[in-house]
């Protein structure tokens, strides 16, 4: 069956040094595809997207790559910090619904 | 949180017994969302709005009803609640049509015993 956001579940880095968190898809037919952030307790925040048509986009300490030969999502956090900590989920917008995907926790080490 | 609220925070109930969530928003964004978040599933939707008395399905919307009678409320209802409706449920509210920009509400923690 169809598949979306399949991610490792578990991430360490050390502080300073640069993420990444991958996310795998199935459906070509979105339009969107979306990085979310969520801490504990809390509901997910929205970090950056990147339309279909495009390869890659750049925000504040962070950069999602779209692979669309191989599926493949990828979200770049630079010089992470302890207050990156969280767990990240790549999500797919089709139409007018959204597809998450399991998400990944990323502990920052001090 | 973008000027949205779930209320209750945290709720427990029986079997079998009905169960509304509200979730109000002061942003006047068209789209409004109600997810579900279970371990090991990432968050599902069950139903969202495109406008006031307009509502669609999501992904998982058996057992639950919706409801848009103002463009700030949006309200979950599940009619008998079951233990497999035991979840953290959020809301969720966008802008545009077209767009990907979602702010979520801060959650509401149910149990049904």
């Given amino acids: 069956g169809e598949s979306v956001g399949l991610h490792l579940p578990t991430l360490s880095v050390q502080e300073g040094d640069n993420s990444i968190i991958n996310c795998a898809y199935s459906n070509s037919a979105s339009d969107y595809f979306i990085w979310y952030k969520q801490e504990s307790g809390k509901g997910p ?43 990240y989920f790549c999500a797919e917008k089709r139409g007018n619904q959204f597809y998450f995907g399991t998400g990944t926790s990323l502990t920052v080490i001090p | 949180d973008a000027g949205i609220t779930q209320s209750p ?26 997810y579900r978040q279970d371990p090991g599933h990432g968050l599902r ?22 409801s848009r009678s103002k463009t700030e409320d949006f309200l979950l209802t ?13 809301c969720a509210i966008s802008p545009l049509a077209g767009e990907s920009e979602q702010y979520f509400g801060p959650g509401t923690r149910l149990t049904v015993t």
């Fill in chain 1, 45 to 87: 925040q929205f970090i950056i997207d990147i339309r279909s048509n495009m390869d890659k986009r750049q925000g504040q300490r962070v950069t999602v790559l779209l692979n669309k030969t191989v599926k493949h999502l990828s979200l770049q956090i630079a010089a992470t910090q302890p207050g990156d900590s969280a767990v």
């Fill in chain 2, 78 to 90: 599940l009619e008998s609640a079951t233990s497999s409706q035991t979840s953290v449920y959020f």
């Fill in chain 2, 45 to 66: 939707l069950i139903h969202y709005s495109y406008g006031v008395k307009d509502t669609d399905k999501g992904e998982v919307s058996d057992g639950y009803s919706v």
């Fill in chain 2, 9 to 34: 925070r945290h709720k427990v109930t029986e079997t079998g017994t009905p169960v509304t969530l509200r979730c109000h928003q002061t942003e006047n964004h068209r789209y409004m969302y109600w």
